[in-house]
Structure formats: structure tokens, C-alpha cells
Nanobody
Framework: QVQLVESGGGLVEAGGSLRLSCAAS????????MGWYRQAPGKQRELVAT???????NYADSVKGRFTISRDNTKNTVYLQMNSLRPEDTAIYYC??????????????WGKGTLVTVSS
């Protein structure tokens, strides 16, 4: 079994910054794609950013130029640096990882989420 635990959420004023972390633990052989998603009240969960094992990144248009995703493979951890935060960034942020636990066996795991609130 694999567990993902997010941290770093909180309350910040518009224009401020936060750094989210998500660490994976358990039976892990390697981790392929890592990503961050968010769900605002009354809205569907949406992709924020992803990063492959090779370091290629992808961002939602709404966060390009403000958010940066990175990973530390030695720690099985993914980060999301969020700058110039806006009230519309308020949401629960979830990390997701595709974890390979054995030869030829892998699946997606989700964290439980961390709340980010941006005040105007």
C-alpha cells in the first residue's frame, strides 16, 4: 500500500505565496507522473500541474507563470510553489502520483488534500 500526504496549505493574502509538498510512502519501486489538482467549492476537480519522471512539466493556463511544480525523487516528494496568488486559487489541492510497486504493476494514488485560502 502507498500513502500520499500533502502539507503547506493555509490562509494567505492575495499576491502572496505558498509552497505545497506531497510525500509518498509505502511500497514504492518508482514513481512515474506526479501532479497537483484542485477543487474549488461547487466546482469539479481540475488539473493544476504535472511533472514526469524525466522532468517535463505541464500547467493549466490559469496558473502558468505563477506556479512551479518540481519533484525530489530521492524523497518521493512533489512540490508546488505558488506565487502571486489570487482569490480564485482558493481550493482544496490534491496530489496524485502513478506509483510502480512491482515489475509491471502500477496505479494512481491520491492524497487527502490540503486547503488553500486566498483572501482579497
Amino acid at each position: 500500500q502507498v500513502q500520499l500526504v500533502e502539507s503547506g496549505g493555509g490562509l494567505v493574502e492575495a499576491g502572496g505565496s505558498l509552497r505545497l509538498s506531497c510525500a509518498a510512502s509505502g511500497r514504492i519501486r518508482s514513481i512515474n507522473r506526479m501532479g497537483w489538482y484542485r477543487q474549488a467549492p461547487g466546482k469539479q476537480r481540475e488539473l493544476v500541474a504535472t511533472i514526469t519522471s524525466g522532468g517535463s512539466t505541464n500547467y493549466a493556463d490559469s496558473v502558468k507563470g505563477r506556479f512551479t511544480i518540481s519533484r525530489d525523487n530521492t524523497k518521493n516528494t512533489v512540490y508546488l510553489q505558488m506565487n502571486s496568488l489570487r482569490p480564485e486559487d482558493t481550493a482544496i489541492y490534491y496530489c496524485k502520483m502513478f506509483v510502480l510497486s512491482g515489475v509491471g504493476y502500477g496505479m494512481d494514488y491520491w492524497g487527502k488534500g490540503t486547503l488553500v485560502t486566498v483572501s482579497s
